[in-house]
């Protein structure tokens, strides 16, 4: 049987042949010509494909390189040979590793922009002309009632605005200003800060609210001060109290009754003096809030079986508010009080409450006495000031440290008509940042 017929035996037979040709006739330098003829040509084969090879590696290479500059850190396909293998082997290492940095600064970027969006400061980023690159959230609830107005010059926009506001933008230091809100003064600190950003000057302004803050030192100041004149007096009335009762013993012989007058005289007055002493002391130590979950309606009818001469309205949609009973409830007398001593009818005198859904409460209570001076109206809830002429200057002192305890805001002004309304405010149920923001909105927007 013959072998069987191989394609290959086309190719090998001849070639063969043509060797077998070359060593009999023993022409080595034909043999050698065709051989190296013949390893340049499958070499160049070789080199030409491996060239095709490395030329899309290095395409590849090249494109990767350019989204690298565009901040695209995308892998390069793999799978060349030789050194350009380890190239791009490199080129994905440090890709991943840039697209680490990367997420680690997206995250970074975006973290800090929630920590300055949620800042109880407004923060704006004003370009060199003016313009709004960026206002966080109390910024833009501050001056433009929630609107996001970026791009809009802030420095156009100040020209209807009070004077002190105006004024604190184009000095060139920082500083206090205090306008009017509403009627009532609101104390301000404006920071300002310039620098450059893409080449480009920038200046950023932080305005943070600070009355609250400085009526809170005020009234420390003043609880510190009644300490100590509390402790000097009652080392001094004990004494005093000590010796009557020393004098009685030895004066009871006397039977004119004289010094018995004299000295119930001094115990009545040291008395006297004492629980004026003493209702000093209560509103310096006046303890934090016990905030609980209050029936209105419980609430208010205590209330009136305690002054049952006041007309209570009520418009609470939710029954149950929070704040701490037995506080609020020391608030509506003293201000219920108040307003009886106004002097005004007392079928006038009212109290209005309303409770909306998160359980922001609100006191309000009004009567139709002779009012307040403004000169008065600045200065009724300080401590000492009163223009009674037996009056402590506690009771309004009292109620608003009371009510900014609770992260709430009291504010009293003279009604249309006659009279004076006292307004309370509190917080619901949810946790929140009560402080104070009163708003300075720019007229022109």
Known sequence: MGEPHMPGNRIAAPIALA???????????????????????????VLVLLFRRWRRTIGQIERGLEQYSKANFAPVPEGSVGPFDVLVQKLNALGSNLREQQHSAEQSEQLLHTLIDAAPMAILLLEGTGEIEYANETAR???????????????????????????????VNDRLFTVDVDSVLETYHLAK????????????????????????QE????????????????????????????????????????????????????RHL??????????ARLPDPRREHVNIGDFLGHIESLVPHVR????????????????????????????????GPVDALTMHVTVAKNGVTTFQVADRGPGMS????????????????????????????????HGGTIKIENRSGG???????????????TSARAKLTLSRL
């Open 374 to 405: 403004e000169q008065v109206l600045k200065h009724a809830m300080l401590p000492f000031y009163s223009t009674k002429e037996r009056g402590s200057g506690l009771g309004l002192a009292l109620c608003r440290e009371i009510v900014e305890a």
């Open 141 to 171: 609830e501050l001056f433009f009632e929630g609107r996001d107005l970026a791009r809009t010059n802030f420095i156009g926009l100040l020209s209807e605005a009070q004077a002190p506001l105006r004024e604190a933008v184009m000095d």
């Open 274 to 283: 004492q629980g004026f002493i003493e209702g000093y002391a209560k509103f």
């Open 312 to 343: 209570i309205e009520s418009s609470a949609t939710p029954s149950t508010a929070y704040f701490d009973r037995s506080q609020l409830e020391q608030v509506i007398i003293n201000l219920l009080k108040n307003a009886e001593e106004a002097g």
């Open 193 to 216: 800060r310039h620098f450059e950003l893409h080449g480009n000057s920038h200046t950023l302004l932080m305005v943070k609210h600070l009355t609250r803050e400085l009526r809170r």
């Open 19 to 45: 060797t077998a040709s070359l060593f009999e006739s023993k022409n080595w330098l034909q043999f050698t010509l065709f051989a190296l003829l013949f390893v340049l040509f499958a070499g160049s084969i």
């Open 219 to 270: 009234i420390d100041i003043w609880k510190k001060l009644i300490r100590v004149l509390s402790h000097e007096l009652n080392n001094s009335l004990a004494p005093i109290t000590s010796l009557v009762h020393s004098a009685r013993v030895m004066t009871k012989a006397d039977q004119s009754g004289k010094l018995e007058r004299v000295f119930c005289t001094i115990e009545e007055r040291a």
């Open 419 to 433: 009279g004076l309304s006292v307004t309370c405010v509190l917080p619901g149920f949810e946790p929140q940042d």
